[in-house]
């Protein structure tokens, strides 16, 4: 594997990891609710910006809401990042909101009310075998 590839995952996890931490433990803004997940970090090359992609359990108006208490956050999580972790720079953070994981729940649930199921295939490729 590449050297520079490896850095930055390593790179990513951490912030992932210690964002995590200040968001859940110390960030006291009531906008943003317990269930707000950061799914993933992509920090650029040279460490001067941040891409946050943030998971909320809760409803558009809760979501937007969290969003701005996020960006209105940043000064003091960037604060707190660069206390906690030591990288040349820190970088510029930037919220996005991630609704990945609540599609692929609406995803799922549409397919187990067509009745597609693993179970279902099994038996149809057993019984063509058969013949």
């Known amino acids: 594997m590449n050297r520079k590839y490896i850095k930055e995952t390593r790179v990513n996890g951490e912030v992932q990891k ?3 931490r200040i968001i859940r433990e110390e960030i006291k803004d009531p906008r943003i609710p317990a269930m707000t997940s ?3 970090v ?3 090359g040279d ?4 891409k946050i992609y943030i998971s909320v359990l809760a409803g558009s ?10 960006k209105s956050a940043t000064p ?3 604060t707190k990042l660069a206390k906690t972790i030591n990288l040349r720079n820190t970088p510029e953070l930037t919220f996005v909101l ?3 994981i609540e599609y692929g729940v609406e995803m799922s649930k549409k397919i187990a009310a067509l009745g597609i ?3 279902d295939n099994d038996d149809a490729e057993t019984d063509d075998d058969e013949e």
């Open 18 to 20: 210690e964002l995590s």
């Open 61 to 70: 108006e809760e979501k937007a809401a969290c969003m701005k208490g996020l």
């Open 47 to 50: 460490l001067k910006y941040a």
């Open 117 to 119: 199921n693993k179970d």
């Open 42 to 44: 992509e920090v650029t």
């Open 76 to 78: 003091f999580i960037r």
């Open 38 to 40: 950061v799914t993933d």
């Open 98 to 100: 991630d609704e990945s």
